[in-house]
């Protein structure tokens, strides 16, 4: 019996991290009133003030997976994920703050964007649908759906995103200034600067 309690004694021990392991930011619901109020604060002078970015080198954030977002702002502040202005940016919101401006922007429209280099759009579709089988790389519509609407909780979401901004960070998957993504340094490794424009402007179209 003393045996069979000091089992137990050390079972809740063990346990007892995973229950505290999750903070209060992590379980309360979003704030977005607080969300928007951050935002207009901290991100809209890049971003805009309804996450529709309109300068081609900034990303658009509207309707985006809150959970995708979440963990790029952890990473920018953290600098897992290097951006001297967003780790500055990221570096004065608490992990309240960074919840509750997710969860608004995910509440947003994103607005459509357009491809501009026709040339290269069915190269870019192809690329998109089909991957590029000869140099196995995989169609960014398996993870990022057909219709560049993402996967909840795993893939964001990239319809509308603009080329130039989609092009730079494969660039930096690429090479490997960007680190946060093994998958997509994978795929980016193995791709030109004619695919990899040709991919951005394509996405940059889909709706």
Request: aromatic share 6%; charged share 20%.
């Amino acid at each position: 019996m003393k045996l069979l309690a000091t089992l137990f004694s050390l079972a809740a021990l063990l346990a007892a991290p995973l229950v505290s392991a999750q903070t209060p930011a992590e379980t309360a619901a979003p704030n977005l009133a607080k969300g928007a109020e951050g935002f207009a604060g901290v991100c809209a002078a890049c971003h805009n003030a309804d996450g529709n970015s309109t300068i081609p080198m900034y990303s658009k954030l509207a309707g985006q997976h809150p959970e995708y977002l979440l963990k790029q702002l952890h990473e920018f502040k953290s600098g897992k994920r290097v951006d001297p202005v967003m780790q500055g940016m990221a570096s004065i919101l608490s992990d309240e703050d960074m919840r509750d401006i997710a969860w608004w922007l995910a509440s947003q429209t994103s607005t459509p964007g357009f491809a501009a280099e026709k040339d290269l759009v069915t190269e870019g579709e192809r690329i998109y649908r089909g991957g590029i089988a000869d140099r196995n790389i995989a169609a960014c519509a398996g993870c990022h759906s057909p219709n560049g609407a993402g996967i909840p909780s795993q893939y964001p979401r990239l319809a509308g995103q603009h080329a130039e901004y989609t092009s730079k960070q494969l660039s930096a998957f690429r090479d490997g200034t960007r680190d946060n993504s093994i998958p997509m340094h994978q795929v980016a490794a193995k791709m030109n600067d004619r695919e990899i424009r040709a991919v951005s402007d394509y996405i940059a179209g889909l709706r």
